[in-house]
């Protein structure tokens, strides 16, 4: 016997409202401590939008420290408390202080860049940034802070908060006035950064000679913007040694040291 069935007909029935839109990814500033502090250099590397390469504030780390590392290039190491794996090492624990700080606190002065997401994706490749690398587990530093492992990586991306210093140019979501104004550090706004960070190599070491040239170029052209030349002077005589060489046109570390194109991975 066949049976016949009742055609299906669209339902009239208002479908459940959906999950909304995806709400957009926190937008954050990154964070230059090393010969990315040139924006010359930054000009090389950021070739998909010319303001990439755009200085935009003067700002500062509280109470992380600067060195260079057993590979030769320029590092940061969190604060006690919001560290992982080797830094939390008893060679960490050797990293002076970063200081002249500002306003009384001890950190690290950087560069602050608005980056197009296709410069960041450059970016990532000369840091050698793994970005196949596994979720991070937490602990006491969040995924919010750190949302991967190194892996095989040179660099991690790192995200926190940095005060402004001074902002260089009106920044048109938050800035005050018009550029080029001094903030007390009491008052100092604070704005979410990307800041590269190598979690494996926190033991001090001596700059390599590809380095120095980058560097020096760094130091000049972020005196001139308005990064602490005390605070510069004091972390190179500690660390850098004699910076005279010019050379320098070889690989890079975190924050910069440079390449003319993007790095393979160097192993830890």
Same mark, same amino acid.
């Given at each position: 016997?066949?049976? !016949?069935?009742?055609?299906i007909?669209?339902?009239?029935?208002?479908?459940?409202?959906?999950?909304?839109?995806?709400?957009?990814?926190?937008?954050?500033?990154?964070?230059?401590?090393?010969?990315?502090?040139?924006?010359?250099?930054?000009?090389?590397r950021?070739? $998909? $939008?010319?303001?990439?390469?755009?200085?935009?504030?003067?700002?500062?780390?509280?109470?992380?420290?600067?060195?260079?590392? !057993?590979?030769? #290039?320029?590092?940061?190491?969190?604060?006690?408390?919001?560290?992982?794996?080797?830094?939390?090492s008893?060679a960490?624990?050797?990293?002076?202080?970063?200081?002249?700080?500002?306003?009384?606190?001890?950190?690290?002065?950087?560069?602050?860049?608005?980056?197009d997401?296709?410069?960041?994706?450059?970016?990532?490749?000369?840091?050698g940034?793994?970005?196949?690398?596994?979720?991070?587990?937490?602990?006491?530093?969040?995924v919010?802070?750190?949302?991967?492992?190194?892996?095989?990586?040179?660099? $991690?991306?790192?995200?926190?908060?940095?005060?402004?210093?001074?902002?260089?140019?009106g =920044?048109?979501?938050?800035? +005050?006035?018009?550029?080029?104004? =001094?903030? =007390?550090?009491?008052?100092?706004?604070?704005? =979410?950064?990307?800041?590269?960070?190598?979690? $494996? +190599?926190?033991?001090?070491g001596?700059?390599?000679?590809?380095?120095?040239?980058?560097m020096?170029?760094?130091?000049?052209?972020?005196?001139?913007?308005?990064?602490?030349?005390?605070?510069?002077?004091?972390?190179?005589?500690?660390?850098?040694?004699?910076?005279?060489?010019? +050379?320098?046109?070889?690989?890079?570390?975190?924050?910069?040291?440079? #390449?003319?194109?993007?790095?393979?991975?160097?192993?830890?």
């Amino acid at each position: 016997m066949h049976l !016949q069935t009742d055609p299906i007909t669209p339902s009239t029935q208002t479908p459940p409202p959906g999950p909304g839109p995806t709400p957009a990814p926190k937008k954050h500033l990154y964070f230059a401590y090393g010969s990315n502090l040139s924006p010359t250099q930054m000009s090389t590397r950021c070739r $998909n $939008n010319p303001s990439s390469s755009i200085p935009l504030a003067i700002a500062f780390l509280p109470h992380w420290r600067w060195l260079i590392c !057993q590979a030769g #290039y320029a590092n940061v190491l969190p604060p006690p408390g919001q560290r992982v794996g080797k830094q939390k090492s008893d060679a960490a624990d050797e990293v002076p202080v970063s200081s002249p700080g500002w306003g009384g606190v001890d950190g690290v002065w950087g560069v602050l860049y608005r980056m197009d997401a296709r410069d960041e994706g450059l970016l990532d490749g000369y840091e050698g940034v793994d970005v196949h690398a596994g979720s991070a587990g937490g602990g006491e530093v969040g995924v919010d802070v750190r949302p991967r492992e190194q892996g095989l990586g040179d660099y $991690n991306k790192w995200y926190c908060r940095a005060r402004v210093v001074r902002w260089l140019v009106g =920044d048109g979501e938050g800035a +005050r006035g018009d550029g080029d104004v =001094d903030l =007390d550090a009491e008052d100092a706004e604070e704005v =979410d950064v990307l800041v590269y960070v190598d979690e $494996n +190599r926190v033991v001090l070491g001596p700059p390599r000679v590809e380095y120095i040239g980058r560097m020096n170029r760094a130091i000049k052209e972020c005196v001139e913007l308005g990064v602490d030349e005390g605070w510069i002077e004091g972390v190179k005589a500690r660390q850098c040694g004699d910076m005279s060489d010019e +050379r320098g046109m070889g690989r890079s570390g975190a924050g910069g040291l440079g #390449y003319a194109s993007p790095p393979e991975t160097e192993p830890n």
